[in-house]
């Protein structure tokens, strides 16, 4: 069991006073301590419900967004991160920069070994558009032969081949 100690950085867990911010912001993530280090485990997440807005056009844009990683020593509380990917609700970015963003801010929070985000975009003008951004801790072959697998099985979807 967690100690009050171990729960001290997160503010938003239990609140009753959650504000839903509307605009981009990476600063409502919060961490906590992975007790289990030693371990390569692999967290999943599922938000069916995303949304942000087409930079050009104003359009709203949905989609799926799927969230894989490995963690090291910091781990996502998952109410921040609800929080954090309702904030792109009115951010103006194409499909595939919302996907790299996401990315780019959850590597640069945790520091895991491997995380990889997969955006599944409603269509629009009979175009679906499902990018996928990885990575890998550099200093681990196994973390950076996994991150090679994951991107060609993505291709391999995409292709059909």
């Not at 969230?67 to 990917?85: A, F, G, H, T």
């Not at 595939?96 to 996401?102: A, F, L, Q, S, Y």
Request: hydrophobic share 40%.
């Amino acid at each position: 069991m967690r100690s009050d100690k171990d729960l001290e950085g997160l503010s938003l867990l239990g609140s009753k006073a959650t504000e839903y911010l509307t605009d981009y912001a990476p600063q409502v993530l919060e961490t906590f301590d992975n007790k289990h280090p030693e371990r390569r485990y692999l967290v999943s997440f599922v938000c069916p419900e995303f949304t942000s807005l087409c930079p050009k056009t104003g359009q709203p844009d949905f989609a799926k967004i799927i969230i894989n990683y490995i963690p090291r020593q910091r781990m996502v509380e998952s109410k921040s991160l609800k929080l954090y990917l309702f904030s792109f609700r009115n951010h103006g970015d194409f499909h595939e920069d919302c996907v790299n963003i996401i990315l780019n801010d959850l590597r640069e929070l945790m520091d895991p070994w491997y995380i990889e985000v997969l955006g599944i975009f409603t269509p629009r003008g009979g175009i679906a558009i499902h990018p996928f951004a990885n990575h890998a801790d550099q200093s681990s072959p196994e973390m950076v032969a996994l991150a090679k697998k994951r991107l060609a099985a993505a291709f391999e979807r995409a292709t059909g081949e």
